[in-house]
């Protein structure tokens, strides 16, 4: 089992309308949760770390769920410019280093 | 915000041929920086991780004297990829975190990254 998990999609959605996306991890002592943005060709930029009460800035919602072992993105009114690959990212447990853990991340289509 | 840059942007070279890749926090030290591959299509694999001073460690399956890392400053670290191939040919992301101490808050700031292509 991949230690980061997340559907590559696409996942084409029309404006306006609301998606999800889940990301699963295998170490169930990880501690740390990020969800971030990568446009084609470009490095990834933070989207917003993930809290365990959960987390909202502005249109984007975050989930942990430490039972499943999964965290969720919620994105509510699409916009076209969201369309981009959304990669999360977990730091499990480990001798200090803190190494980000990405998954493959999952593809975002916005369509007008 | 931190910021990360990355030279060069873009490399074409040769078959045998070594690439030099430079990471630079711009305005705060860097403790520890990370270096990862991006193949297309594919998410981001850590190749190794530097601290200032002290020899990189390196993932399991990357080869420390192909890939030569050089982390002499606070604020620079460098890749060396030494008789670069073609199946060498990725993207090349560094990233730099400010703390020495983990948490959550210890965010990883991410430079432009570097394509490079060998013939």
């Known amino acids: 089992r991949k230690e980061v998990e997340q559907d590559p999609g696409p996942f084409n959605v029309p404006e306006g309308a609301t998606v999800a996306f889940n990301c699963t991890y295998s170490n169930s002592a990880s501690q740390s949760f990020f969800w971030y943005r990568q446009d084609c060709r470009k490095e990834p930029k933070l989207l917003m770390s993930v809290y365990s009460s959960g987390n909202e800035d502005g249109r984007f919602t975050a989930q942990l769920n430490r039972a499943s072992q999964y965290i969720s993105l919620l994105i509510r009114d699409s916009k076209l410019s969201d369309s981009a690959t959304y990669l999360c990212v977990v730091i499990p447990p480990t001798s200090g280093t803190y190494k980000y853990i990405f998954g493959t991340g999952t593809r975002l289509k916005v369509l007008a | 915000g931190a910021v990360v840059s990355q030279h060069p942007s873009r490399v074409i070279c040769k078959s045998g041929t070594s690439v030099k890749i430079e990471c630079r926090s711009l305005?705060?030290?860097?403790?520890?920086m990370f270096w990862y591959r991006q193949f297309p299509k594919q998410s981001l694999m850590l190749m190794a991780t530097?601290?200032?001073?002290?020899?990189?460690?390196?993932e399991q399956g990357v080869e420390k004297d192909k890939f030569l890392i050089n982390h002499a400053s606070l604020t620079l670290s460098t890749l060396t990829v030494t008789s670069a191939h073609p199946e060498d040919s990725s993207f090349y992301i560094c990233s730099a975190r400010t703390g020495t101490s983990g948490g959550q808050y210890n965010e990883q700031f991410f430079g432009p990254g570097t394509r490079l292509t060998v013939l």
């Open positions: 305005d705060f030290q860097a403790t520890t």
């Open positions: 530097s601290n200032e001073g002290s020899k990189a460690t390196y």
